[in-house]
């Protein structure tokens, strides 16, 4: 799964951390280019001493290169975090975007109403929260059973803290 549900110590607080899922670890990453490059330059062994190779290779690694670019943008843009803090009192929303800005959404618990919006999203089954006037999305980058998983467990947990809230 893309998304965790932690304990920060306190029993009526749940902590929500989602992101990215990416496959392919650091390791496989230089291992997939390497195979790659091995791979791609196996059509210029016939060439070796011939001026038709200097012709070719710069677009195989050209080709290779753009390979590389294309995964590390992949990682990059997996650097993006969403958690999300449900206490009695107040529900907190904070996205780290891969570029390093922060953007922060909150909302009295007892005010927020979690939507899966079936068709109309940018996504199928795209997940948001309402409350304090606005409305954020949550999980777009999830999968669509994970967002319908998360979806019944968001009410669980809200559910939870608005009765934890009632006096």
């Known amino acids: 799964m893309s998304y ?14 989602a992101q990215p899922y990416r496959s392919l670890s650091r390791r496989g990453f230089a291992g997939f280019i390497l195979i790659t490059f091995g791979v791609i ?25 753009g390979l590389w670019w294309a995964l590390e943008y992949s990682y990059f843009t997996g650097r993006l975090v969403e958690e999300l803090t449900i206490t009695p009192k107040i529900t907190h929303l904070r996205r780290m975007e891969p570029n390093g800005t922060t953007r922060e959404w909150k909302s009295q ?35 669509e059973d994970e967002r319908k998983a ?18």
Not at 4 to 17: A, K
Not at 43 to 52: D, E, I, Q, R, S
Not at 155 to 167: E, G, I, Q, Y
């Open 4 to 17: 965790e549900w932690s304990d920060t110590g306190n029993p009526s607080e749940r902590r929500l951390v």
């Open 41 to 65: 330059t196996i059509p210029l062994y016939p060439l070796l001493g011939t001026f038709v190779l200097w012709g070719l290779l710069p677009f195989l690694l050209l080709a290779v290169a």
């Open 109 to 143: 618990s007892y005010w927020v109403k979690v939507t899966l919006h079936q068709s109309g999203g940018p996504v199928e089954n795209y997940l948001t929260l309402k409350g304090n006037g606005r409305e954020v999305e949550l999980g777009a980058f999830l999968s």
């Open 150 to 167: 998360l979806y019944v467990e968001l009410l669980d947990v809200l559910n939870k803290a608005k009765a934890a809230n009632r006096p």
